[in-house]
């Protein structure tokens, strides 16, 4: 029997290991895929092995920045976090941060939204993983091109079956870079391994978005998939099977199959046509001549020697698409898996793209010298007011305006913008003598013009003392009126950013377009977060310092009525 204080001893230290489900510590990050066979999703019935699943990362759902450049720190993690599986990178690009690699997923179950893989990263001390697009076909493939070679020779998954002349290429096409065609067919010798014998089963299958409505998009021997005025037909020696129509400017999945006496066409997941396989099936061979008389882009030709289950069409065609609904996709941290839910603000700041860096970076500034202008100005004007509210008392109580600025008066008042309006009005007053008397006890009085020159003196004083008052407000102004359009413009370039790199990896998923959006937003909220506080400031500030600018002006008034009173021509 286990003691009570060892089992407790026990429990603690195998916690952290039950709670932390990552693959290795030495990586950073990791990207989780589901693929979501339930009805919510890609709905099948069929469980598959071994298939190539295509993964598309950009800023929404990896960190390029924690990865290396050159990507030679990604592994991929079957759903048991701990069973490495093989994958090959198509392309991997850390500047525009996309990138597509595929992977051998051992196993997809149907009707369930648990089918997950993981993609980690971050680990600078990692080894580059050799990988080829050999390792992730399945056995039934014969030959897979994905039109992804640097030299433009497209050649199969092994390397070996290679086209006669380099294809021109676009580098954003379906998946990764696809083949672009103006009516010169890509031609592959004849091969025995790419022959189907007489009778036997096969299945062809590729991508095409074609920019005329017409060309032949497949042809080996006897088997030609032909394209004549947007419809398709496939036409095995005698057989014909017709249907199916290709919608210019779009990419559509094509696939052939033949066996069980059945020769099917179909268009994106969906039949479109078939015909009966009687009688005597001839073999297919001889040279491959693709894209003869078709102008447009071409891409995932693969042929297999078995016919694909409707599933498996439908899988593949989720799964090659820009679906959302069979794959979803997004990053994590380590412990992020044990919080039960990522952190939302997290996820944003890792999708925010530099230029919104940049206006966030330019938000933060203005935020923080709206702060500074807010707390100096607001302790200002409340020494001002206050030492205001002192003198105003000492100046009413007072019964001779002469006898208010003594050294002692000076100290008390400090910060009091009345008594630097008294002390600019005491020196006009003293220029002129006011109460002093000549010899014979004549006493010096003040005109009704030395009286408007003092009041002007004292109003051009004023004018000053409202100029301090109001010094750097207009900064806030500037956060309250331009906080929001940076916001803005730093939202309308990060949309603009992340549609066009969802163009590029051709991935228009939720998942890839959700992040990228929401960071931009954050621009925004950036922007609000400046103007309104500024906002509030400013208004509570303007309110205080419009009382202030009222009260000097009585002042001024009262000072000069008092004066005139006691030291005026009688």
């Known amino acids: ?163 006669a002349a380099a294809t021109a290429v676009e580098l954003n096409g379906l998946i990764g870079p696809s083949a672009r065609l103006a009516g010169t067919p890509i031609v592959w010798a004849a091969n025995d391994k790419i022959r189907v014998a007489a009778g036997a089963p096969f299945t062809i299958s590729l991508w095409a978005r074609p920019d005329t409505a017409a060309g032949v998009l497949y042809a080996q021997g006897p088997l030609q998939l032909a394209l004549a005025a947007g419809k398709l037909t496939a036409k095995l020696g005698a057989i014909t099977a017709s249907g199916g129509d290709l919608a210019p400017q779009t990419w559509s999945q094509i696939v052939l199959t033949g066996g069980a006496g059945k020769l099917i066409v179909y268009v994106n997941g969906a039949q479109a046509g078939q015909a009966d396989l009687s009688g005597a099936v001839p073999a297919i061979g001889g040279e491959i001549r693709v894209g003869e008389g078709y102008q447009g882009l071409l891409d995932e030709l693969e042929i297999s020697d078995t016919v694909r289950s409707v599933d498996r069409i439908k899988l593949d065609y989720a799964a090659q698409s820009a679906d959302a609904k069979l794959i979803a996709s997004k990053t994590e941290a380590p412990g992020a898996e044990t919080a039960g839910s990522n952190s939302y603000f997290g996820i944003l700041f890792k999708s925010l793209t530099p230029d919104a860096w940049t206006i966030i970076g330019i938000l933060g500034v203005m935020f923080a010298i709206a702060v500074v202008v807010m707390i100096g100005k607001a302790l200002y004007v409340s020494r001002t007011d206050k030492a205001n509210q002192i003198f105003l008392k000492q100046f009413r109580d007072s019964t001779d305006v002469l006898k208010l600025g003594s050294a002692k008066d000076a100290e008390q008042f400090a910060g009091s913008s009345l008594y630097r309006l008294y002390r600019a009005g005491m020196r006009e007053l003293i220029k002129r003598k006011v109460g002093a008397h000549e010899a014979g006890g004549i006493e010096h009085r003040l005109s009704g013009p030395s009286l408007d020159a003092v009041k002007a003196t004292i109003d051009a004083d004023s004018v000053r003392e409202g100029y301090a008052l109001n010094s750097q407000m207009v900064l806030l102004t500037i956060a309250i009126a331009g906080g929001p359009f940076l916001g803005l413009l730093g939202t309308v370039v990060g949309v603009m950013i992340t549609f066009a790199s969802i163009a590029a990896a051709g991935d228009v998923n939720v998942n890839a377009i959700a992040p990228g959006i929401a960071a931009a937003l954050l621009a925004t909220v950036a922007g609000l977060s400046v103007a309104i506080p500024s906002l509030f400031g400013y208004n509570y500030l303007a309110s205080r310092i419009k009382t202030i600018s009222s009260d000097m002006q009585i002042f001024v008034d009262e000072f000069v009525t008092r004066v005139a009173e006691d030291y005026g021509v009688q």
Do not use: C
Not at 44 to 66: M, W, Y
């Open 1 to 163: 029997m286990i003691k009570p204080l060892k089992f407790l001893t026990m429990m603690v230290l195998l916690a952290p290991a039950l709670a932390q489900a990552w693959w290795n510590p030495d990586y950073k990050q990791r990207t989780s895929v589901v693929l979501n066979t339930s009805s919510a999703g890609v709905a099948v019935q069929e469980t598959f092995t071994n298939a190539a699943i295509p993964v598309r990362l950009h800023s929404g759902n990896f960190d390029f920045v924690g990865a290396k450049a050159d990507g030679s720190d990604l592994k991929v993690i079957a759903g048991d976090d701990k069973t490495p599986l093989k994958f090959w990178i198509e392309r991997y690009d850390s500047v525009n941060e996309l990138a597509v690699m595929w992977v051998q997923v051992p196993s997809i179950l149907p009707g369930t939204d648990k089918n997950t893989i993981y993609v980690y990263a971050g680990n600078d001390k990692a080894a580059a993983e050799a990988g080829s697009a050999a390792v992730v076909a399945d056995a039934s493939t014969l030959a897979a091109f994905h039109f992804a070679e640097k030299d433009g020779i497209a050649a199969d998954q092994t390397g070996t079956i290679k086209a």
